[in-house]
């Protein structure tokens, strides 16, 4: 491809280059091997990833009415091809190695717990009825997990290289910035149920339960825009 500058943008068909578009290398129309054709789509198993990672495991088997398992993980994923769709190519078609960076599935750190307690006072015979009713036969369980951002790209929004796609990202004098080099929030929540078993008869158990999602009610994203 040939680098887009001042004298030769004329001849290359941009009338009026922008500040994104100097210096980078540039696909247009009148760039390609040849001009009747617009786009076309290689598809190849080229890529390449790496992963490396550790990872903690602590549980506790159900026993007394109670169970638990919390994982740890820390790692690191990377790739160069993991999140390009149609719309999001290499920067430079003919380089693909230089997308080489984090994964978009890279999260260095995650952290899950899942627990189940099932309440002591049990709906036996023997007690009042009003205390088997009311308090017997409950359950908690409880979904926690944490995690690290994942990347993301940052992009300008248009096609500043003329190869028809408007995911670029920006461009500073001879130099791009990489592929997912800012690193997205992080994510964060708590969930809960709690149930209640309800005999009715010898043969009928209902069961009565209440679901929350995000206790702490935190505001989680998942991309930038």
């Not at 500058?5 to 922008?18: F, H, I, R, W, Y």
């Not at 007394?64 to 790692?75: D, E, H, I, V, W």
């Amino acid at each position: 491809p040939t680098v887009l500058t001042l004298d030769n943008a004329a001849q290359l068909g941009v009338a009026k280059p922008n500040a994104q578009q100097i210096g980078r290398p540039y696909y247009g129309a009148s760039n390609k091997i040849d001009p009747n054709f617009t786009n076309i789509q290689q598809v190849q198993s080229s890529a390449s990833s790496t992963y490396h990672g550790i990872q903690f495991t602590l549980q506790k088997r159900f026993a007394k009415g109670l169970s638990m398992r919390a994982n740890y993980t820390f790692s690191k994923a990377i790739d160069d091809a993991s999140d390009f769709t149609q719309g999001q190519q290499p920067s430079n078609p003919f380089n693909a190695r230089a997308e080489r960076s984090l994964s978009y599935e890279h999260q260095q750190q995650r952290f899950t717990l899942v627990g189940v307690w099932e309440l002591p006072y049990r709906a036996e015979k023997g007690k009042g009825a009003f205390a088997r009713t009311v308090l017997g036969d409950w359950v908690l369980s409880t979904s926690l997990l944490g995690r690290s951002g994942a990347p993301q790209n940052v992009l300008i929004g248009s096609d500043s290289n003329g190869d028809g796609n408007s995911t670029d990202r920006p461009f500073n004098g001879t130099y791009e910035l990489g592929r997912n080099t800012y690193m997205g929030p992080d994510f964060f929540s708590v969930d809960a149920r709690l149930a209640k078993r309800v005999r009715i008869g010898e043969r009928i158990t209902i069961q009565i339960m209440g679901e929350a999602f995000n206790l702490q009610n935190r505001v989680n994203y998942s991309s930038v825009n």
